[in-house]
């Protein structure tokens, strides 16, 4: 069975650049999760939706925003990159009220 | 507020040992606990959970102990194996369900040695 698929793998960027992320959840799961996980440190919550209405949003800024489709496909899209913006960036699927299945990331450079 | 943290941020031990794995909690409300295991390259994977209800909750090899009088839980691996190299994360979800916003902690780098 396929798990969570994120995409690209690995990205690097230049500051003030754009950058969108992709992510596929398990078939059948509607809720989707975002994570950002700095080297040595654990997930901080960024997003969640859920049938494509946002349901949650961490402590970050504006320059962070997601959406998810009507696939329940989701994108996570950061404007204006800062070099503390260089992280794993996690996805995560679920069924209503059941575990979260994580990704493999996508790893994002910024310099 | 809320915050999840760990004591240890290394443990190294070797195989057929059994390891401890700590974790602290702020909360007195929380009630709800994830125990995630992270490989290299990998997202975090689900170890076992535990409700405040309980006090000892027992899987595969793996044994969650809480203790809330000073908000503690901890993970213990028996027999460890050096297939159990990981980064390991007690984590809190929001609203005590698996699927709400997750608060990790920082997370313990388990290290077994053949």
């Known amino acids: 069975d396929a798990g969570v698929t994120q995409s690209p793998t690995h990205l690097i960027k230049t500051r003030g650049q754009q950058v969108t992320l992709r992510c596929s959840p398990i078939s059948g799961h509607k809720s989707v999760s975002w994570y950002q996980q700095v080297l040595g440190q654990g997930p901080q919550f960024i997003f969640q939706?859920?049938?494509?209405?946002?349901?949650g949003r961490g402590n970050f800024p504006d320059r962070f925003s997601a959406r998810q489709f009507p696939n329940y496909s989701s994108e996570l899209n950061v404007n204006a990159l800062l070099l503390g913006d260089s992280a794993l960036y996690l996805c995560?699927?679920?069924?209503?009220?059941?575990?979260?299945?994580f990704g493999p990331g996508t790893r994002l450079t910024v310099t | 507020g809320e915050s999840v943290g760990l004591h240890l941020p290394t443990l190294s031990v070797q195989e057929g040992d059994n390891s401890i794995i700590n974790c602290a909690y702020s909360n007195s409300a929380s009630d709800y606990f994830i125990w995630y295991k992270q490989e290299s390259g990998k997202g975090p994977q689900f170890i076992i959970d535990?409700?405040?209800?309980?006090d000892k909750r027992q899987g595969q090899r793996v044994t969650v102990l809480l203790n809330k009088t000073v908000k503690h839980l901890s993970l213990q691996i028996a027999a460890t194996q050096p297939g159990d190299s990981a980064v390991y994360f007690c984590a809190e979800p929001a609203g005590g369900t698996s699927y709400g916003k997750l608060t990790f902690g920082q997370g313990t780098i388990l290290t077994v040695h053949p």
């Open positions: 995560a699927s679920s069924l209503p009220h059941d575990e979260q299945y």
């Open positions: 939706y859920y049938e494509k209405e946002e349901r």
């Open positions: 535990i409700r405040s209800n309980m």
